[in-house]
């Protein structure tokens, strides 16, 4: 079955730091890839997503690139700020014929950014 | 601004309660969804409804069932609430045939 692998936190950086959250994947097909993000007290967002091999997405100055050979999706950022600190899931569109948007989600990692 | 809305953000319930939490979104989506959220398990998804009166067991469905009378609210509904369904429980909704799905801020429930 699907599966989403992502490693474990939390993950402790100081600000203007590089960032990166590993994130494998095991899955029939080629399914879509999203990274989301849940700041304290609040609900999942989307952050970016990918839904073809060699796509790069992007916002917020995060980036992560759909590898098909590696069965990756790797969220980097090049200088975290304190504000980014929040749980990142990796998640996985399960497409089926009858519904949409079922997902799969990683365990999530919780990054922490200090001043 | 679109919304996906908990009807709770706290619940403190005893075992054996019957537990509704309810769930709208205005954006007159398709598909709805009740995911629950734990440490180091992430997401799982209990159930989905891909239409009004519509519902699919998700991966975690034993001890819970769910209500969708209308196209904007999802129920979920723990018929006899013990201490393991101590969680965070998110809703979520999507159209159908793109990519981002919201999700409400949460409820965390506490079975005691």
């Known amino acids: 079955g699907n599966s989403v692998t992502q490693m474990e936190g939390p993950v402790t950086l100081s600000e203007e730091a590089f960032l990166t959250i590993n994130c494998t994947y095991t899955?029939?097909?080629?399914?879509?890839l999203f990274w989301y993000v849940q700041y304290p007290g609040e609900g999942l967002q989307l952050l970016l997503k990918?839904?073809?091999?060699?796509d790069k997405g992007s916002n917020k100055g995060f980036e992560a690139t759909y590898r098909k050979e590696t069965t990756s999706f790797h969220l980097e950022k090049g200088s975290v700020q304190v504000s980014d600190s929040a749980v990142y899931f990796c998640?996985?569109?399960?497409?089926?014929?009858?519904?949409?948007?079922?997902?799969?989600f990683g365990a999530g990692t919780q990054v922490v950014v200090t001043p | 601004d679109v919304k996906v809305t908990q009807s709770s953000r706290y619940l403190v319930k005893r075992t054996g309660e019957k537990v509704f939490l309810e769930c709208v979104q205005d954006m007159d989506h398709e598909n709805m969804f009740w995911y629950r959220q734990d440490p180091g398990l992430g997401l799982r998804l209990i159930y989905f409804s891909y239409d009004v009166k519509m519902k699919e067991k998700g991966d975690i469905p034993e001890g819970y069932s769910v209500s969708r009378e209308k196209k904007e609210r999802f129920s979920l509904i723990l018929e006899s609430a013990s201490t393991n369904q101590t969680s965070m429980y998110l809703c979520a909704s999507i159209s159908s045939g793109t990519d981002a799905t919201f999700f409400g801020q949460g409820t965390r429930l506490t079975v005691v």
């Open positions: 990918a839904t073809k091999a060699d």
């Open positions: 899955a029939t097909g080629y399914p879509s």
């Open positions: 998640a996985l569109r399960r497409e089926t014929t009858d519904s949409w948007g079922k997902l799969q």
